[in-house]
């Protein structure tokens, strides 16, 4: 198969962020990718970026979109940019890799994958949580029955960027018109992993709130209001039957930043980090069954047991696990990597989730609209 081109839209080395820690290191790593182009938002990191990664770089988007060798256009950007950027993208009839959350709103999201369906192209979500190696071996051990009839499932985390202060770059995260914020980032990906495992919602109840009013900017001490909750809890039924509690918190707390336990009837599992983003925290696995006293650590297979190169380890991993999965796709005609349709799903449970913690009246989700085929493990292919 020939080289996959990729334009890269968001990759600035003079403020690097996401996309300069997690997706150019990936990229660069796989022997499926070629960086062809990067995108960036001033001219002069443009200059900086064709200097530092020997590819054209461009200020204007569109001419990274237009440009013949890019077949594949990743957003990796402020989530208010992407609707213009994934639309432009779609009506070049380029295929599209944009990090979640797809857009602002369910509604933004919806146009989104309906413009990705008229299209016709590949489109990619960057839901990285599921191709954890940890993530993937805790599907295997309950498809296995290694905890018989999963009861319950219980989930606690903390975002990172939802404290006390912040930049001025990223203060645009307090402000819950940006759709960026603890549940639609931190948790989102958290409860993607647990439907992946588990399976997808029934319902769901919430409460969530803004407990810290105002955060502090770092650079000159000033202070703006928060918009954006910084507790979330949810309360619901998969559709099994299983009961979930999940909550996240907006900051990192002392001890474990995340802890998921799974019951069931014959055992118990147990996933934790020191850092609460699931999507990228190195996570560890327990489990006990039976009489086992107490939880013991549990081993991955050889075939997850495994780690990227060293460019791409850390908090890239997961991302490159998600890269190997999309070009398996491209090769074999698979879909394991969602797609802007199942992205839609997610945005669908986040309204269905922030509309119950608004009016405390517990949503029920309907199962026709699950993208059943996305649980297929990263694995499968």
Avoid: C
């Amino acid at each position: 198969m020939k080289k996959i081109g990729v334009g890269l839209i968001g990759a600035s080395p003079l403020h690097p962020g996401w996309a300069t820690a997690t997706h150019l290191p990936a990229i660069q790593s796989l022997p499926d990718f070629e960086l062809r182009a990067v995108g960036t938002s001033r001219r002069n990191s443009a200059i900086a970026a064709t200097n530092a990664f020997g590819v054209p770089a461009f200020d204007d988007p569109g001419r990274l979109i237009s440009h013949p060798d890019v077949d594949l256009v990743v957003v990796a950007v402020n989530v208010p940019d992407h609707r213009a950027l994934i639309s432009a993208a779609l009506d070049a009839g380029k295929m599209v890799f944009s990090e979640w959350p797809l857009a602002k709103s369910s509604g933004e999201a919806s146009d989104l994958a309906a413009r990705a369906r008229a299209s016709g192209v590949r489109t990619f979500i960057g839901l990285q949580a599921r191709f954890a190696p940890v993530v993937q071996q805790l599907r295997a051990l309950i498809e296995q029955g290694y905890v018989g009839e999963v009861l319950s499932t219980t989930l606690t985390g903390s975002g990172t960027m939802w404290g006390a202060q912040t930049d001025r770059r990223h203060a645009y995260l307090f402000d819950a018109a940006s759709g960026v914020h603890t549940l639609s980032v931190g948790m989102m990906h958290a409860l993607d992993a647990l439907n992946f495992v588990l399976g997808d919602f029934a319902s769901v109840a919430a409460v969530s709130a803004v407990r810290r009013r105002s955060v502090r900017i770092i650079e000159d001490g000033s202070s703006m209001p928060v918009s954006a909750a910084d507790q979330v809890a949810v309360a619901g039924a998969l559709e099994s039957g299983a009961v979930v509690s999940a909550f996240y918190r907006g900051d990192l707390a002392h001890g474990d930043n995340l802890r998921w336990t799974i019951n069931g009837t014959e055992g118990d599992l147990l996933v934790t980090a020191a850092a609460g983003n699931l999507q990228t925290a190195d996570l560890k696995l327990s489990g006990a069954r039976g009489d086992d006293v107490p939880l013991s650590a549990i081993e991955l297979p050889s075939m997850l047991d495994r780690s990227p190169p060293p460019a791409a380890r850390g908090i890239a991993a997961n991302v490159f696990f998600e890269y190997e999965a999309l070009a398996r796709d491209l090769r074999d005609g698979t879909k394991v990597v969602p797609d802007f349709n199942y992205a839609f799903e997610r945005h669908r449970l986040l309204a269905a989730i922030e509309r119950a913690a608004a009016i405390g009246v517990t949503q029920n989700l309907d199962p026709a609209t699950h993208t059943h085929i996305y649980r297929v493990a990263a694995g499968a292919n």
